[in-house]
């Protein structure tokens, strides 16, 4: 899977609009990534970083359509130049993004994808792609964010960063729980958070996840 060719064409090449280095990796920004061709140079990078993070359960064309987003970010080992982290951001309504009609119109940054490889999660590599995806809806003044997941962690990184760049108090948390939404745990390990835990409250072995609403007061 990791040594999957696609075709090359040099003509839908993208280049980061931004690159911003931190602790001796480099942040890529990328703009309005509509297919994982327009990364096809670094396409076989990302599928490992992705596929590492998740223990190589990731379905392949699913992997190929979260490689798109209005943001795409790359994390880089300065040195080797090796992707080591990835997030997808999309700018969407709830409702239309999810296609469920209890689930707000209103215009929102849709946390898309985010992984970090294996043996460099210990880097702060997932905090710091979450604060640029953060500041990039900030800059666009949105006020809604958004993002699916199982993993109490997210929450928890979002709740932090927003503390610090929002204030308490300043924001509203709301959760929507979603039955079989994955069919599967999709990590090898059941994600545990530092404070919060969502055990007790979704079924993993079931795929069960959450839909969680950030609304900037």
Do not use: W
Request: net charge negative; aromatic share 10%; hydrophobic share 35%.
């Amino acid at each position: 899977m990791f040594n999957e060719k696609i075709e090359q064409n040099e003509t839908c090449r993208i280049e980061p609009i931004s690159i911003e280095e931190i602790n001796g990796v480099s942040y890529e920004s990328y703009s309005a990534v509509t297919s994982y061709k327009e990364l096809f140079h670094l396409y076989p990078q990302i599928t490992e970083c992705i596929q590492s993070a998740f223990g190589g359960s990731i379905d392949i064309s699913d992997l190929r359509h979260h490689i798109k987003g209005d943001m795409i970010i790359l994390a880089r080992d300065k040195n080797s130049g090796q992707v080591i982290g990835f997030s997808s951001t999309e700018i969407s309504s709830p409702r239309s993004l999810f296609l469920r009609n209890d689930l707000p119109e209103d215009l929102g940054c849709y946390m898309a994808a985010a992984t970090v490889k294996k043996e460099t999660q210990k880097l702060n590599i997932y905090t710091n792609m979450t604060m640029l995806r953060l500041n990039f809806a900030i800059e666009k003044g949105i006020k809604l964010l958004f993002t699916r997941t199982q993993n109490p962690r997210v929450e928890e990184t979002l709740t932090l960063l927003l503390d610090k760049t929002i204030g308490k108090g300043k924001y509203s948390v709301s959760r929507i729980y979603v039955p079989n939404c994955y069919k599967k745990m999709l990590t090898e390990d059941e994600p545990i958070g530092k404070y919060l835990t969502y055990r007790t409250e979704i079924n993993y072995d079931n795929g069960d996840a959450y839909i969680i609403f950030f609304t900037i007061l």
